[in-house]
């Protein structure tokens, strides 16, 4: 968690362009709220049930730690569709992104409960120390 | 029914062998919630999947439960997801995100 979902018609994007969008996607969430990049899963679609497309060419749809303000929200959406329009060769008024929150006390990662906003750096500490331990 | 939604990268041993996991998912549906899991499985395909921006390897799995759960008993039922997957796929604890959500107000 965050995961995004990418889906767009099947042809609008390459293989290099969607490798390129994960990795904007990755960057622009850890700017923007402080994440670590281990969290960031980007998932892409060619023509799939979700996110619909609607009448659109691209649609993007974030789950993402309840927690970031709406400015916040509202900055990754703009960076990510400018990002996707820049990479796909779409026009932005043809990509659309929503953001949903999932309060981070339902999600369980690498076996623990995940962070709080602004609790990564003690988690993966945390988490390095229990896997060291393991192995 | 209970609402589940699991995605997976093609190729991989979650892929394989679906249909022991969605067995071993209506298990636990039937005794978290008491009532079967309604599953949708949804293959991210081969090159289409990344974590970290890097080519993925991850799982996801989100239940919806019909009824608000108190914290202890979430992660309780999170821990026994993550282990089902574990254990059936031989994918490490860092390869599986699970998520059980509180019913939609």
Known sequence: MPLYLCNARPGTLSADAKAGIADDIT???CEVTGAPPTFVHAFHFDGGMAPDIGDKSIALHGNIRAGRTDDQKQDIMDQI???VAHRSGVTRDQI???IGDVP???AMEGGDIMPEPGEEAAWLEAHAAKTA??? | MIPCTCFIQEGQRADQIQ???KEKLDAFSQRAFNAPAQQMWITVSGGNGFTEAKPSTSSIVSFQS?????QDKRADLLRELCSIWTAETDCSLDEIVATI???RA
């Not at chain 2, 019909?66 to 108190?70: A, Y």
Request: glycine residues 4%.
């Open chain 1, 104 to 106: 981070a006390s339902w």
């Open chain 2, 66 to 70: 019909d009824v608000p759960l108190e």
């Open chain 1, 96 to 98: 659309s992104m929503t």
């Open chain 1, 27 to 29: 960057r622009i969430h």
């Open chain 2, 19 to 21: 249909e022991t996991l």
């Open chain 1, 81 to 83: 569709c400018d990002a």
């Open chain 2, 101 to 103: 959500n509180d019913p």
């Open chain 1, 133 to 135: 331990q393991a192995g």
